[in-house]
């Protein structure tokens, strides 16, 4: 029966995969990678506390010197019967390879969580796709994705239940940042239902495979010509039923939760003609446009997978509706020179054999039918992929020869692999309130907007998501949040196409940014600035003028940098940004969410002492003294100051890198970019974010040559 005491938690994909490895392991060894560090930071942190897992035992959490160090730590902690498992992505976890290798070959129970990202090829990218995940899957692995933060939290659990039960070491991925860092509400899974899900009876049975002294075995052998090939199909058995342990697991989790999953799971029109098979966060967002056009008239479906390692060819066929004739296939990754990527070549593979295997004639097998399959790419290195996009994929299967082997979301000028998609296409919850704060690394933007979804998530009815747009160079450069909030449940695994409130929290942005194009008619943009409240008008671009006065839009102002300094809070401006948010925006009652911020300050904070809770306490006080609404006048030709077009002669500094710094890099053709990733030097001086609030002047009289100024 499912639990009577489901607790709402607001987290993100990666402390809800740890809560579920830490409670479930006794070795966790950790080597920081981004976008997975946080699911190891949690541990340590746990551990440190003396956080108990499952079996009353605190789990020794330790940290190697590479992945390679912790793949091996891992290794030898199963060999001697420890439940183990770790955290990694991208070029960690091809540094696990030869070790996982060895794991499967032993079939030995582990869970590696993953948050996919890409692999460094022509460049380095800490973003994600699944590119890492596809470049393991010879190593005997299962694979198990997750699209959404509930899905990780609740499959992490399957992984640990499944492997344990199988035998067959699993890997549980989930989309780097896009998951990994998405701030949701969710279900927790309680320690009696993990209690409940684990039988004590599959660690036994591990813990019986040790090595020990006691009980002396060989592992590891060298084997010749004569018997290798053997042994090595001696484990098919195994893997025949892993796919059948999943959906076992997946059913008992249904039993204890009420949460169902498959892993194929369709979804979508019983006679759907048209079909997108895809995994990971593009799932949510596909089902909802697939939702949008139903309900338009149209017979669309989707297929999520799940279980990607081992290919269950009997799962799949069962859950494909009989009246599919065209078939779409996303893949977040790209293989060089193959004839298509993984998961359209699994598809294609698994089809065919349908149609040549007896056992599959009568169920799904299409053996009359010749289904047409198109394979293509999509956002890699985390690269948008909304409802348009989607959208446009279910419009090219309308067609008599579809196009094959596509990309989506780029413009592709060279081999014309792209398909073209309508922007204006938006599937957006209309009771919803949506929100994008643009901020400065380190400047607490992040942490403020993390907080301010807590707080509505959990001490409101309203459900609540945020997902954080980093740049690369993260401390020191934009950030921008995304937060969404409302009555009905967030599955929106896409960036805001509109928003009704915005916030800029450096004013200097607006030089270099156009952020008001997503501004809804009647919506609201407040801006941290220094200058007077008279002088704050006349100091906006006049395309900013523009844009606020056609969409009769209220504007606000607050030196947030004073109030922050006032407080001794330096340039940490997120308490004070957040408080004029709930002020702004009537999310909650004025005095409720005072409260509520405070409440979270307290939390945040106490453990660094009183101080700092006193001074962000003050903060929260003082804020809304110093917050104004701006009047917004009638416009003349004279208002505001107009930013002069650069005209471009310079090749590729002008059509790309000015383009990329000007935050305009998602536009930009295949054409434009060199080929192997060969840029010329002595570009870095381009880039003037002018982020300095105080610029030292050097005063020759009293220098001693210590080199702060430069500092």
């Avoid at 997975?36 to 506390?49: H, Y």
């Avoid at 955290?87 to 590696?112: C, R």
């Avoid at 495979?209 to 195994?238: H, I, K, M």
Wanted: glycine content about 8%; aromatic content about 8%.
């Amino acid at each position: 029966m499912p639990s009577e005491n489901a607790q709402h938690v607001t987290l993100d994909g990666n402390e809800a995969a740890a809560l579920i490895a830490y409670a479930l392991s006794e070795v966790i060894a950790i080597y920081p990678i981004t976008p997975s560090s946080t699911m190891g930071e949690w541990a340590d942190e746990w551990a440190s506390q003396g956080k108990k897992n499952l079996w009353g035992d605190v789990p020794l959490v330790q940290e190697m010197q590479s992945e390679g160090g912790v793949a091996g730590a891992i290794h030898g902690a199963l060999q001697a019967g420890s439940l183990a498992s770790t955290f990694t992505a991208s070029q960690g976890l091809l540094l696990m390879i030869p070790n996982m290798y060895k794991i499967a070959g032993e079939l030995t129970p582990t869970v590696f969580h993953i948050a996919a990202r890409t692999l460094a090829t022509h460049a380095l990218s800490i973003f994600g796709d699944h590119s890492d995940v596809m470049a393991a899957r010879g190593t005997g692995w299962a694979m198990l994705c997750s699209a959404n933060v509930q899905e990780i939290h609740d499959l992490a659990l399957v992984s640990h239940m499944a492997t344990l039960r199988s035998r067959i070491p699993f890997v549980h991925f989930f989309d780097g940042f896009r998951s990994s860092h998405e701030v949701s509400k969710i279900i927790a899974l309680d320690k009696e239902i993990i209690r409940n899900a684990i039988d004590d009876r599959w660690v036994e049975e591990h813990r019986s495979r040790r090595l020990s002294p006691e009980n002396p075995v060989l592992r590891g052998t060298a084997q010749n010509p004569d018997v290798f090939f053997q042994s090595r199909e001696a484990c098919n058995l195994y893997y025949d039923a892993c796919a059948d342990f999943v959906q076992n697991s997946m059913d008992t989790l249904a039993n204890l939760t009420g949460r169902k999953y498959q892993i194929f799971e369709y979804s979508g029109a019983k006679d759907a003609e048209r079909i997108i098979i895809v995994m990971g966060s593009a799932t949510d967002t596909v089902k909802e446009t697939m939702e949008v056009l139903n309900g338009q008239g149209e017979k669309l479906g989707l297929l999520q997978v799940r279980l990607f390692r081992p290919f269950s060819v009997k799962h799949f066929i069962s859950a494909l509706p009989e009246s599919v004739k065209a078939i779409a296939v996303l893949d977040r990754c790209k293989e060089p020179g193959s004839v298509g990527e993984p998961l359209y070549q699994d598809i294609v593979n698994a089809l065919y054999e349908a149609r040549q295997n007896e056992k599959y004639v009568g169920k799904n097998s299409h053996s009359d039918v010749e289904v047409n399959v198109i394979g293509g790419r999509y956002g890699l290195s985390s690269k948008e992929f909304s409802p348009a996009m989607a959208k446009a994929v279910f419009d090219e299967l309308k067609k008599d020869k579809p196009k094959n082997h596509f990309t989506i979301g780029i413009l592709d000028d060279v081999t014309h692999s792209s398909l073209s998609y309508d922007e204006s296409f938006i599937t957006e919850d209309p009771k919803g309130v949506r929100a994008l704060f643009y901020g400065l690394g380190a400047d607490g933007t992040v942490s403020a907007n993390k907080s301010s979804i807590k707080i509505i998530g959990e001490d409101t009815e309203n459900y609540a998501q945020g997902y954080f747009v980093y740049d690369s160079k993260k401390s020191g450069a934009m950030t921008v949040s995304h937060l969404r909030f409302g009555p009905n449940p967030i599955r929106s695994s896409y960036l805001l196409q509109n928003a009704h409130f915005i916030a800029c929290h450096q004013s200097q942005f607006l030089q270099s940014f156009d952020m008001l194009t997503m501004l809804l008619p009647g919506g609201t943009f407040l801006i941290n600035c220094s200058l007077p409240i008279g002088e704050v008008w006349k100091s906006l671009p006049q395309k900013v003028q523009i844009q606020l006065h056609s969409k009769n839009a209220k504007l606000f102002t607050i030196d947030a940098y004073a109030v922050a300094r006032e407080c001794g809070m330096g340039g940490r401006i997120n308490t004070v940004m957040q408080t004029c948010f709930f002020a702004i925006s009537g999310v909650l009652p004025s005095d409720q969410a005072l409260t509520l911020i405070k409440q979270s300050i307290k939390k945040t904070y106490g453990k660094k002492g009183d101080l700092i809770v006193k001074q962000n306490w003050e903060a929260v006080d003082k804020t809304l003294a110093h917050l104004h609404q701006v009047e917004i006048p009638a416009l003349d030709d004279n208002s505001g100051y107009f930013e002069k077009e650069r005209i471009n002669k310079f090749g590729i500094v002008d059509h790309v890198i000015q383009e990329i710094i000007a935050g305009r890099g998602d536009c930009l053709p295949v054409s434009v970019f060199p080929v192997d990733g060969t840029y010329p030097t002595g570009t870095a001086k381009l880039e003037k974010r002018n982020i300095g609030f105080e610029i030292p002047v050097w005063d020759e009289k009293i220098c001693i040559q210590c080199g702060k100024c430069v500092f």
